[in-house]
């Protein structure tokens, strides 16, 4: 296990543990500094902050931008934004309304090809958090129109999926510099995953991109080496973590399984203080 874990899901977007119980399961395995990362949304940072009181756990305030370009969704880490900022809070209100709305018509066409979930359980399934597909999967699961939680995404709703919409997004480069206006610290979340990742890059750092996720979830070794290159060569900050959202699948690492060495936080916070 690792110290650091820097990619952590809660309630409050579409992870499954709310912030308390998310501090308590990094407590127990052994992380010394966590980052709250939830989708366009930063109400479980205070929360988490106030579990970890007392506690031998620092906590990162950060948040995950999803965006849109022309090869797929590309997301975008912050860490250490003035999360309290009242402008970034209500960009961020009218991207999770945006998500309500998308999420609305995706189980309108559901129940329109007689997959019959309700969008009152969508609703409770997120709870106080911001609705989001995973609280669609899981109704889905429920009533077992789907053998897994993947197959929801890879028949139904994802972005090939026959009950997809699209909803808006910022685009990436909006998206680091929506971070960097709010102080914040942007980073290229799961890069193994974006195709073009070679040719993207150099813009990405041109717009004020400063770290990439080496050391994430799945990633084997040979991944995390040539991700590493990478950072090295873009000089970008090595980060990455679980992505834990306590969705339970095969494939779910816990938090602690992988993360960045303390160097790359030090780094980080060195760039707050420029």
């Known amino acids: 296990m690792v110290n650091v874990d820097l990619h952590l ?3 409050y977007s579409d992870g499954a543990l709310t912030p308390d119980k998310l501090v308590e399961l990094a407590l127990k395995n052994n992380l010394g500094i966590i ?3 939830d989708h366009d949304c930063t109400d479980g ?3 988490a902050m106030l579990a970890s009181q007392g506690k031998n756990l620092t906590i990162i305030p950060g948040i995950e931008l999803n965006t849109d370009t022309d090869e797929g969704e590309i997301h975008i880490l912050g860490y250490f934004i003035d999360y309290k900022n009242k402008d970034l809070q209500k960009l961020l209100i009218e991207c999770r309304n945006n998500r309500v709305e998308r999420a609305k018509i995706m189980v309108e066409k559901l129940n329109d090809i007689g997959i019959n979930i309700q969008w009152s359980r969508v609703e409770e399934l997120a709870g106080y958090g911001a609705v989001g597909r995973p609280h669609i999967a899981k109704a889905m699961l429920e009533i077992k129109s789907i053998a897994t939680f993947q197959e929801a995404f890879d028949k139904y709703i994802g972005r090939n999926g026959i009950a997809y919409i699209e909803r808006f997004r ?4 909006d998206a680091i510099k929506t971070i960097l206006q709010y102080e914040g610290i942007p980073v290229l979340a799961h890069p193994g995953y974006i195709k073009n990742l070679h040719q993207l890059l150099p813009s990405l750092i041109k717009s004020g991109l400063k770290g990439i996720e080496v050391f994430y979830a799945n ?16 000089n970008l900050i090595p980060c990455g973590g679980s992505d834990y959202h306590g ?3 095969k494939t779910e690492k816990l938090p602690g399984t992988l993360g960045p060495p ?3 936080v030090n780094k980080l916070i ?4 420029k």
Do not use: F, M, R, W
């Not at 910022?170 to 480069?173: A, G, Q």
């Open 9 to 11: 899901h809660t309630t």
């Open 262 to 264: 303390i160097e790359s």
């Open 270 to 273: 060195e760039l707050t203080k």
């Open 219 to 234: 990633y084997d070794t040979n991944t995390i080496n040539g991700l590493k290159n990478i950072a090295s060569k873009y």
């Open 35 to 37: 980052a709250i990362t």
């Open 247 to 249: 969705i339970k699948t």
């Open 170 to 173: 910022l685009n990436v480069y």
């Open 45 to 47: 940072i205070d929360e």
